[in-house]
């Protein structure tokens, strides 16, 4: 009965989260084509019905998740959410008119097969409500200079720009869902307003901030298929990291554990990459490449126009 309602507001968050996903994206991608960090992207952004919808969408799975994570463990919260990849499916469907085969279908079903897995071979402990502090910042910094490289990193590897900034948000949000824990717990302890005194309410909001900028421009910077699985991986392993380290909650440690930890996962990334890769959600119109003279096709080019001289126009 305890694992209802963790296990219940995860799962609506997941499922918020990617609709305010497939909106967001959306959005990004028509703004313009990715150059890269843009200080004015989150500006013209909000200038967009489609992308304050995903906004409002985002504050409610916001509001879930804060939910599951003051009853339940991070590891197991944010394992959870990687079922918004599933239901980026029907969201994909309704919203952009896409139609999924049964590749995609099955692609989902493993990935809930692996998922299921990592939960049960896990068997994640709930741990402490409230962490040691000290613990908390260190990863926290630790986490934020992470992010920072890989965000520089992308700015040169044009190549793989938008899977770099997708991996950067995801050790922002696992970040700062770790932040959120610790407020939730506070909050929600003896002394309720000690929150308000507290560095971790203040640095939810600077590191959730940032994680929202870095995740738009990688929504910006290519298709989601580049950014959606590094986003997804990470932010799980940065929430079983933290939540080890801060929050003392527990995965099982056993050599068979391990090793059947160690494969759900990696078949659950494989189904999330594999899903994302099946439905980039690339609305961005592409321009028809000029023809090259001299190329022997011509029959994809329709046939000069002339006038009754027999000039060109």
């Known amino acids: 009965m305890a694992l209802i309602v963790p296990v219940a507001a995860a799962s609506a968050a997941a499922l918020t989260y990617a609709t305010a996903g497939v909106l967001q994206h959306r959005a990004a991608r028509e703004a313009s084509p990715g150059q890269g960090l843009q ?7 909000a200038t967009r019905p489609l992308w304050l919808a995903g ?19 991070l590891v197991l919260v944010q394992a959870l959410l990687v ?12 919203l952009e008119g896409r139609h999924h085969g049964r590749a995609e279908w099955l692609w989902a079903a493993v990935l809930v097969a692996g998922l299921a897995g990592f939960l049960v071979a896990a068997g994640p402990s709930t741990g402490h409500p409230v962490s040691d502090t000290d613990k908390l910042l260190l990863c926290t910094v630790a986490g934020l200079a992470g992010g920072v490289v890989l ?15 997708g991996a950067a948000a995801g050790v922002a949000y696992g970040v700062t869902a770790a932040l959120m824990k610790e407020v939730l717990g506070q909050a ?10 507290g560095w971790p309410l203040y640095a939810v909001v600077v590191v959730g901030g940032g994680a929202l900028v870095v995740n738009q421009v990688a929504f910006q910077a290519g298709p989601l298929a580049s950014s959606l699985p590094p986003l997804t991986i990470v932010d799980p392993v940065v929430a079983i990291v933290v939540g080890a380290l801060v929050f003392d909650e527990r995965v099982a440690s056993s050599a068979p554990a391990v090793a059947a930890e160690v494969v759900t996962f990696a078949v659950m990334a494989a189904a999330a990459v594999a899903l994302a890769r099946r439905n980039p959600s690339d609305p961005v119109p592409r321009a028809a490449p000029a023809p090259v003279a001299g190329s022997g096709d011509r029959r994809r080019w329709p046939a ?10």
């Open 151 to 165: 965000a520089l990193v992308a700015r040169f590897v044009r190549r793989h720009r938008a899977a770099l900034l």
């Open 188 to 197: 929600t302890g003896n002394h309720p307003l000690g929150v308000l005194r």
């Open 304 to 313: 000069p126009v002339t006038d009754s001289r027999g000039r060109h126009r």
């Open 39 to 45: 200080l004015g992207l989150v500006a013209r952004l």
């Open 83 to 94: 079922s918004g990849l599933l239901f980026a499916l029907p969201v994909s469907a309704v």
């Open 55 to 73: 906004i409002a969408a985002d504050v409610a799975a916001l509001a879930l998740h804060a939910l599951a994570l003051s009853s339940g463990s």
